[in-house]
């Protein structure tokens, strides 16, 4: 049930703040080098920074139990204890791969 | 077929038909997102900074722009699927359901139209 609720509230927040994100920074950029700078001094405020990393662990959670959706579609992964294991294994997978992510970018 | 009670009056009739054309639409979205945002977020990783310049030149070239332009469609898409799901779940009043989805169609195409102007006014060097 938990991964249920972490579904949907990852994915609702994928489809507002995401959908806003993602537009305001193409909107930035399409409008020249002066709208950008003022993107990216938002983006790095620590407000700025607490939306990215919760946009980019939304957007691993979403996708951790999207694929998990994929697999219990086809009618796999109803056994108690599989369903059990990859109930955990995806939030947990979702927070590994945020820490990786940023890991890389900051670290390159 | 019975007038008198709610359920008298749906009973024979079946489901709205909807709801399957709905679900697959939405896992036909969810395919499209996995491939555009699993490339986007590689792409980012893989930009050496996020400068204008770097950017921008990067979004210029034609693979980008219409891998770009494809995620904001696959993803509104599932967006728009996904909200209805929970304003249908939430919103019980007839016609306040009425409004917000209508709000919520109109809200999707002006996000649609608006992403892939900045798309195609980068692509075409405006």
Redesign the interface.
């Known amino acids: 049930m938990a991964v249920s609720i972490l579904h949907?509230v990852s994915?609702?927040g994928?489809?507002v703040v995401?959908?806003a994100t993602?537009?305001c920074w193409?909107?930035a950029?399409?409008s020249g080098?002066d709208a950008?700078?003022k993107f990216?001094a938002l983006a790095v405020t620590i407000p700025g920074r607490v939306v990215l990393v919760g946009l980019s662990w939304a957007?691993f959670t979403h996708?951790a139990s999207?694929?998990r959706?994929?697999v219990l579609?086809i009618g796999a992964g109803f056994e108690l204890e599989a369903n059990a294991f990859w109930s955990v294994v995806t939030p947990i997978s979702a927070i590994l791969l945020t820490a990786a992510?940023w890991a890389?970018?900051l670290l390159? | 077929m019975g007038n008198g009670t709610s359920i008298g009056r749906v009973r024979g009739l079946g489901s709205a038909k909807h709801g399957s054309h709905h679900w697959l639409m939405q896992r036909f979205t969810a395919i499209g997102n996995v491939v555009t945002t699993v490339w986007f977020v590689a792409s980012l990783l893989l930009l050496p900074n996020f400068s204008y310049i770097t950017v921008h030149d990067w979004i210029v070239h034609p693979l980008p722009a219409l891998l770009l332009g494809l995620m904001i469609i696959t993803t509104l898409w599932h967006a728009r699927l996904g909200m209805q799901v929970m304003i249908e779940d939430y919103v019980h009043d007839a016609g306040g359901k009425f409004v917000v989805i209508a709000a919520l169609n109109l809200v999707t195409f002006v996000a649609g139209g608006f992403g892939l102007l900045c798309v195609i006014r980068l692509a075409l060097g405006a």
């Open positions: 949907r994915g609702n994928l489809a995401g959908t993602l537009l193409l909107g950029l399409a080098p950008y700078a990216v957007f996708l999207g694929i959706h994929f579609d992510f890389a970018l390159r």
